[in-house]
């Protein structure tokens, strides 16, 4: 048994050593002929999703305009958000600079979309610049809608037991902040999420499991209450997923209540009011309170008219095909990331499947063909259960598990493995897919 557990580390190890851990995820890493075009591209967003398509792109097409439009600066790497937000990373490990991502050949325009018009085929900006196109690929993320809880403010994060990791780097920080207090006192936790689709659905359990291990390891658990209260109907999208932490939840003394979505925060007297399926309110005291607010398609999606009309009214994703990411009534337009209207995909690793799709599609689009590449939802998310363990859950649109290690890491057990995928493996493929190189 030891001599096989120490075989399996090895093994993992040079995986990752020799860069498979990017190519077991499936991400094909073959060179490509290059192709001569005049093609105007734009790509709204310099995220994970509109950078690790310029980087293929621009590698693939000899002549084409790729123009990408984003305002911010700094380039985040989103999936270390959790580990800032439990003491366990500094801040500025998730920070980059966008420009320094991009390659030459690529056109980077540091304002804000505003409108499409996908008849005429231009992009407006806050600058007042319109932009042509004959392709374009929506990839801007999703807003964090702060506002639509009744007296929240970011202002309020690390401030009498608030914390709200998603917020960016600086709020991650100021989380821990509040949680390091909270884990030092004792008293009532409460974690929420939103009743929308949101980005990685994992990290507000990733964060109530690190903040039940930081009160254990600081011998302080006793003195703690924890309390998981959702406004869905199960602890996660995957019903063997659930289960499984569900058992864990149970295990460790967290409790859950489902049907219930935080709609407003009073700090002075630390109360959290949450509306259950019938409309009644209900007010939840803590010490420590985690949000996650309502996450939403930026404007200009909805009021250009690429949104669902009959699907997710309320969020506003882009209306694609799930398969192929394509817009529905625009065949040169295509989603990638977060503002993708698909069941499933709002995480960086789903981002590493997405864009070789788009990618195939959009350079068939050139040859006047069709593309071949299609996206099964993939979506990936190490699941933080306490610091050094971690379960390394895959699946598809159809909740189907699709480990890309079997016979090495099982998807439903904590292992020291998975959390080096978290610790290790995960930033370095992020990278690379951010370079196109994954």
């Not at 990685?200 to 990733?206: E, F, I, Q």
């Not at 997405?354 to 998310?381: F, M, W």
Request: proline content about 5%; glycine content about 10%; hydrophobic content about 45%.
């Amino acid at each position: 048994m030891t001599g096989d557990l120490h075989t399996s580390r090895r093994s993992f190890l040079g995986l990752i050593a020799a860069g498979g851990g990017a190519a077991a995820l499936g991400v094909p890493r073959a060179k490509a002929a290059m192709r001569s075009t005049n093609a105007r591209i734009v790509i709204i967003g310099a995220g994970a999703a509109g950078t690790a398509l310029a980087n293929r792109l621009v590698r693939r097409l000899e002549g084409a305009q790729i123009t990408v439009i984003d305002p911010r600066a700094e380039h985040l790497y989103q999936p270390g958000l959790s580990l800032v937000a439990a003491g366990l990373k500094p801040a500025d490990y998730v920070v980059s600079q966008t420009a320094d991502w991009l390659p030459e050949g690529v056109s980077l325009r540091a304002e804000r979309v505003v409108a499409v018009d996908p008849v005429a085929q231009n992009v407006t900006t806050d600058a007042g610049e319109r932009l042509d196109y004959d392709f374009l690929v929506v990839a801007p993320g999703l807003v964090l809608d702060h506002d639509a809880i009744a007296g929240f403010s970011l202002d309020m994060v690390g401030q009498n037991g608030v914390g709200a990791l998603y917020a960016g780097p600086d709020y991650a920080a100021r989380t821990w902040q509040a949680a390091a207090r909270f884990v030092e006192e004792g008293g009532r936790g409460v974690f929420t999420r939103p009743a929308t689709e949101m980005k990685c659905a994992g990290a507000p359990l990733k964060h109530s499991f690190l903040i039940d291990d930081r009160l254990r390891r600081a011998g302080n658990r006793g003195a703690a209450e924890l309390a998981y209260i959702v406004p869905q109907t199960s602890l996660f999208g995957v019903p063997i997923v659930a289960e499984k932490v569900r058992m864990l939840f149970e295990d460790r003394g967290v409790t859950t209540s489902f049907q219930r979505t935080l709609t407003a925060v009073d700090g002075a007297r630390k109360i959290a009011t949450f509306r259950d399926q019938d409309g009644g309110l209900h007010d939840e005291a803590y010490d420590y309170l985690h949000v996650i607010p309502p996450q939403r398609a930026p404007d200009f999606v909805v009021q250009s008219g690429l949104a669902w009309a009959d699907r997710w009214a309320d969020q506003g994703w882009v209306a694609c095909d799930p398969a192929t990411l394509r817009h529905n009534d625009y065949p040169n337009i295509w989603a990638l990331g977060d503002v993708a209207g698909v069941p499933k995909g709002k995480t960086a690793a789903s981002v590493k499947w997405q864009v070789p799709v788009v990618e195939d599609h959009l350079i068939a689009a050139l040859d006047g063909r069709e593309g071949t590449e299609t996206y099964d939802g993939y979506t990936s998310c190490p699941l933080i259960t306490r610091i050094g363990r971690a379960m390394l859950v895959e699946f598809d649109y159809n909740n189907n598990l699709t480990p890309s290690f079997p016979g090495l890491i099982a998807p439903l057990e904590e292992l020291w493995i998975s959390w080096l995928m978290k610790e290790v493996a995960l930033k370095a493929t992020y990278n690379a897919m951010l370079r196109g190189m994954a």
